[in-house]
Nanobody
Framework: QVQLVESGGGLVQAGGSLRLSCAASGRTFSRYTMAWFRQAPGKEREFVAAIIWNDRSTYYADSVKGRFTLSKDNTKNTVYLQMNSLKPEDTAVYYC???????????????????WGQGTQVTVSS
């Protein structure tokens, strides 16, 4: 069973930075796609970014492109989301997600992913 544990959320002023971590366990993740989603109160869960474990290809939502960066550490089975130039509209609960796939490399739909972490709150004050 895959387990995902997020950490690194918190309160930051607009323009500041945070780094979220997603520690994965329970599998060898060489054929997995890992992603971050976020959900603000009263809104649907939305795609933020994804990384293909094998080849490190990354994908970003337009709203975060140029500000957020995904990376991973194979030795720790951990994916990082570096968030810079944060805006109040980035405030949300951020979730890590994972999908084992040998065909479609990634998706920006939450329904595509099989495993989810518990979420970590990010609050950006103006």
């Amino acid at each position: 069973q895959v387990q995902l544990v997020e950490s690194g959320g918190g309160l930051v002023q607009a323009g500041g930075s945070l780094r979220l971590s997603c520690a994965a366990s329970g599998r060898t993740f060489s054929r997995y796609t890992m992603a971050w989603f976020r959900q603000a109160p009263g809104k649907e869960r939305e795609f933020v970014a994804a990384i293909i474990w094998n080849d490190r290809s990354t994908y970003y939502a337009d709203s975060v492109k140029g500000r957020f960066t995904l990376s991973k550490d194979n030795t720790k089975n951990t994916v990082y989301l570096q968030m810079n130039s944060l805006k109040p509209e980035d405030t949300a609960v951020y979730y890590c997600a994972a999908k084992f796939t040998t065909t479609q490399p990634m998706s920006d739909s939450a329904r595509w992913y099989d495993y989810w972490g518990q979420g970590t709150q990010v609050t950006v004050s103006s």
